[in-house]
């Protein structure tokens, strides 16, 4: 049916609010399958920054996206990211990809390629999904929707982090200006821009440890589990 809840648990907010990491754990707690779209977004930026694309144009990028096969595999609590059979699990957090991603990933064309990429990945349940609409766009009947926030320097000090462990050199005013830039686009887009849904669950990390921000989720999704066996 239309309107039959499916066993996945949506996962969305803006960069920097935990989406990631916090979505990978409830994963393997559960023992569900992790879906990071997030990587699978950058995955298409750096194949179109490596062949030079004009990432405004449509044209190409369909070009490109219909030639892509991108897959995430999950091997000893690890995600490796495969784009066109090369592992770049190590290659999506650069600081060139991390600019460039917004607009790639801004792109109706990208993204309805992307939508059909992930319901076939999400087709049999069981599924923590990470995005910007996730839980609005491609998994609409999510069983449980979470939506993350977080204040501007909490998620500026994440994200640099990130870079850090990347081996880039990273200035956390800089950071801050990015994310406030890649907020702008996201929740302004034409297609599926970044908002709540309106049966989500917000939840602030501003203050919150990984470890407390996964016992809530996993609380949330064993309490609706519950619920729906009374019925």
């Known amino acids: 049916m239309k309107n039959e809840k499916v066993d996945v648990i949506a996962i969305d907010g803006p960069a920097g609010s935990g ?4 979505a990978r754990l409830v994963a393997q707690k559960l023992g569900f399958t992790y879906l990071d779209t997030g990587a699978m977004y950058r995955a298409v930026t750096l194949k179109s920054l490596r062949q ?3 990432l405004e144009n449509e044209a190409e990028l369909s070009s490109l996206v219909s030639t892509t ?3 995430l595999c999950h091997s000893k609590g690890r995600l490796k990211i495969t784009l066109d059979d090369e592992n770049v699990t190590h290659k999506l957090r650069s600081q060139n990809v991390n600019l460039c991603v917004p607009k790639v990933a801004a792109m109706p ?3 309805k390629w992307m939508v059909r990429l992930q ?7 069981k599924l923590v999904a990470e995005g910007r609409d996730i839980g609005t766009v491609v998994f609409p009947n999510a069983r449980l929707k979470i939506y993350l926030v977080a204040s501007i320097e909490a998620r500026a000090k ?3 982090k990130d870079f850090f462990q990347a081996s880039s050199k990273i200035n956390l005013n800089n950071v801050i200006e990015e994310l406030k830039s890649r907020d702008q686009i996201d929740c302004t887009r034409e297609t599926a821009p970044l908002r709540k849904a309106d049966d989500a669950i917000e939840l602030d990390t501003t203050n919150l440890t990984i470890e407390q921000q ?3 989720i996993v609380k949330q999704w064993n309490k609706n589990t519950e619920n729906q066996d009374k019925m």
């Open 19 to 22: 989406k990631s990491t916090t």
């Open 52 to 54: 030079g694309l004009d």
């Open 119 to 125: 319901h076939n990945m999400g087709a049999k349940g």
């Open 109 to 111: 064309v990208v993204r």
């Open 69 to 71: 096969k991108i897959e």
């Open 158 to 160: 994440r994200r640099a």
């Open 214 to 216: 996964v016992d809530f």
